[in-house]
């Protein structure tokens, strides 16, 4: 394991003893941190960052992270990778059981996750939202589908987009069971 393998398991170990929130708590402050809207920090906005949260990195670690997740040469982490790369590894387990929600969504078969195959798997009918007026119920599928959509929204979901979306939700669930119960439960699979 190299430094910066070491430096990510002791944030992932810090994220993960807060809880449930840990690495989405840390993804909301990020998001916050990033007042031009680039989605990076330099190292040391992210050591400022981080010591905000009271996660403790020297600067050789914060330089260490940022040029691991340095895609372009910028001299800045990506935040969307860092924060995935901070997640826990998935087991073939999980990977299975989300694969298997996906499919049930997919309805049309061709990769993609639309409006279009959620209408055929749920209704919205009976959303608060709809029956106050408030909102249709087109409106109530496109706004499920997009918390598992990308930060650009652009109303298809991959299996790619839904793992990442699973995958920062099975951070917090301990273990195989609990997390395939919550998905066959969640998903009627």
């Given at each position: 394991?190299?430094?910066?393998?070491?430096?990510?398991?002791?944030?992932?170990?810090?994220?993960?003893?807060?809880?449930?929130?840990?690495?989405?708590?840390?993804?909301?402050?990020?998001?916050?941190?990033?007042?031009?809207?680039?989605?990076?920090?330099d190292a040391g906005e992210l050591q400022q960052?981080?010591?905000?949260?009271?996660?403790?990195?020297?600067?050789?670690?914060?330089?260490?992270?940022?040029?691991?997740?340095?895609?372009?040469?910028?001299?800045?982490?990506?935040?969307?990778?860092?924060?995935?790369?901070?997640?826990?590894?998935?087991?073939?387990?999980?990977?299975?059981?989300?694969?298997?929600?996906?499919?049930?969504?997919?309805?049309?078969?061709?990769?993609?996750?639309?409006?279009?195959?959620?209408?055929?798997?749920?209704?919205?009918?009976?959303?608060?939202?709809?029956?106050?007026?408030?909102?249709?119920?087109?409106?109530?599928?496109?706004?499920?589908?997009?918390?598992?959509?990308?930060?650009?929204?652009?109303?298809?979901?991959?299996?790619?987009?839904?793992?990442?979306?699973?995958?920062?939700?099975?951070?917090?669930?301990?273990?195989?069971?609990?997390?395939?119960?919550?998905?066959?439960?969640?998903?009627?699979?």
């Open positions: 394991m190299d430094a910066v393998d070491a430096t990510m398991e002791k944030l992932r170990a810090q994220c993960l003893s807060r809880g449930a929130s840990g690495i989405q708590g840390l993804a909301r402050f990020f998001r916050r941190m990033d007042r031009d809207g680039s989605r990076s920090l960052s981080l010591a905000e949260l009271g996660l403790v990195l020297d600067t050789a670690e914060a330089q260490g992270v940022c040029r691991r997740w340095d895609r372009d040469g910028s001299g800045t982490l990506d935040l969307e990778e860092f924060l995935r790369a901070l997640r826990p590894p998935m087991s073939q387990v999980r990977e299975a059981v989300i694969t298997a929600a996906f499919a049930k969504l997919d309805r049309s078969g061709d990769g993609v996750v639309t409006v279009d195959d959620l209408r055929r798997v749920y209704s919205g009918h009976a959303h608060p939202r709809v029956r106050s007026g408030e909102w249709t119920e087109e409106e109530v599928l496109q706004r499920f589908l997009d918390n598992f959509d990308s930060s650009e929204k652009d109303g298809q979901v991959t299996l790619a987009e839904f793992q990442d979306y699973y995958s920062g939700v099975s951070a917090s669930v301990d273990t195989d069971e609990e997390f395939v119960a919550m998905m066959t439960s969640a998903w009627r699979l």
